[in-house]
Structures are given as structure tokens and as C-alpha cells.
């Protein structure tokens, strides 16, 4: 079975203070590793899609790399914007449904 | 450009009442999917959609769940005798495909 592991739970960074979060996962035939932040109360936002080990994401101050076992979330320079619930999932591929981790709720000072 | 919604937002029900749950997809999405989320936990797959054909059922989803999407278009979920164990998030996303799955905003159900 998919499994998909996030840490840590939770980060408080103060603004300007660059950090990352961890998404680990087991999965019999990676087809794509997905970000999505999601604000309380609200559904998922789709952040980006990882397919290959090696491949890297960029959208303003958020980085996203895979390798064979685990991807990264960068957040550079965050702002007080940037608070919100992280999710991570895999799609295996044979599979169409996702596979989430627990998320890191991420709150940024300023 | 208009995303998924659902209907309603929150509902609040009594325990053993029925509820339905409404999604409407991104237009030309062929898949939809519904998942539930319960506090502090990521989404759980429930069951999927491609067209107006049901491909998926998750062992979560016992037989008091039922979900539907006639001609390939809106999708419902009901609940029949719901229990209090049944209070979480419902969210609804589509997708071309296997492209990226986009969500809805959910429907929060509360079980009294």
C-alpha cells in the first residue's frame, strides 16, 4: 500500500527565515508527486506535479525537488502569506486515486 | 475560468438522517473524484468517476455510501443513516485524465 510521510507536523518560521519540508513515500511505481497548500477551511490548491527523480518546480518563494524516495518543499524568504497547511501526495501508476500525507501547517511571524 | 464547486458548504444533520452532497467539475474534466478529510489528516480517496462510469471504490466507502454521475457531468453523494463517525470534510476534484486533480472548496458535514 501507498504510504506517504510528512515532516515535520508543523514549522513556525518568522518572516524572512528560508526553510523546507519533507514528504517521504513508498509507492509501487511512482507515476507523479503532487503539492497542494490548503488554508483552513478550504480545499486543496494545486501547487505542482513531480514526475522524475532529478526534477525540480519553482513558483515565487516555493521550490519543490523529488528524489527516488522522498521530494522537498522550499520555502524561501516566507511571508506572512505563506501560512497555510502543506499537503503531499503520490499517484502510483497503475493507480488514479491520490495518496496524501498528513500535512505540515506552516505559520509565518511577522 | 470557473473551478469545482460544491454544494452545500456545511451541513448539520442528526445521526441516522440521509444527506446528499453536490459537485460540479471543471467543465470538460472527464474524471472526478471524491476523497474525505477528518482534522490534522490529508485526504482520503473514496471513490472516482470517469465519465458517467463509477471505476473505483474505496474500502471506506461502506454500503451506506452511495455516489453517482449521471451523463458524465455533476456528481452526488449520499449518505443514508449517517452516524457521528461520518463528520468530516467531503471534497470533490477533477481532472483531464491523469493530469493534476483540482478541488473543490468541500462540504463540511457535522453529525449531531
Known amino acids: 500500500e501507498d504510504q506517504v510521510t510528512q515532516s515535520p507536523e508543523a514549522l513556525r518560521l518568522q518572516e524572512g527565515e528560508s526553510s523546507s519540508l519533507n514528504c517521504s513515500y513508498t509507492?509501487?511505481?511512482?507515476?507523479?508527486l503532487f503539492w497542494y497548500r490548503q488554508d483552513p477551511g478550504k480545499g486543496p490548491e494545486f501547487l505542482f506535479t513531480l514526475y522524475s527523480a532529478g526534477e525540480e518546480k519553482e513558483k515565487e518563494r516555493l521550490k519543490a525537488t523529488l528524489t527516488k524516495k522522498e521530494s522537498f518543499l522550499h520555502i524561501t524568504a516566507p511571508k506572512p502569506e505563506d501560512s497555510a497547511t502543506y499537503l503531499c501526495?503520490?499517484?502510483?501508476?497503475?493507480?488514479?486515486?491520490?495518496?496524501f500525507g498528513a500535512g505540515t501547517t506552516v505559520t509565518v511571524r511577522a | 475560468d470557473t473551478g469545482v464547486s460544491q454544494d452545500p458548504r456545511h451541513k448539520i444533520t442528526k445521526r441516522g438522517q440521509n444527506v446528499t452532497f453536490r459537485c460540479d467539475p471543471i467543465?470538460?474534466?472527464?474524471?472526478l473524484y471524491w476523497y474525505r478529510q477528518t482534522l490534522g489528516q490529508g485526504p482520503e480517496f473514496l471513490t472516482y468517476f470517469q465519465n458517467e462510469a463509477q471505476l473505483e471504490k474505496s474500502r471506506l466507502l461502506s454500503d451506506r455510501f452511495s455516489a453517482e454521475r449521471p451523463k458524465g457531468s455533476f456528481s452526488t453523494l449520499e449518505i443514508q443513516r449517517t452516524e457521528q463517525g461520518d463528520s468530516a470534510m467531503y471534497l470533490c476534484a477533477s481532472s483531464i485524465l491523469n493530469n493534476e486533480q483540482f478541488f473543490g472548496p468541500g462540504t463540511r458535514l457535522t453529525v449531531l
Open positions: 509507492v509501487s511505481g511512482l507515476r507523479g
Open positions: 501526495a503520490v499517484q502510483a501508476a497503475n493507480d488514479y486515486k491520490l495518496s
Open positions: 467543465s470538460e474534466h472527464n474524471r
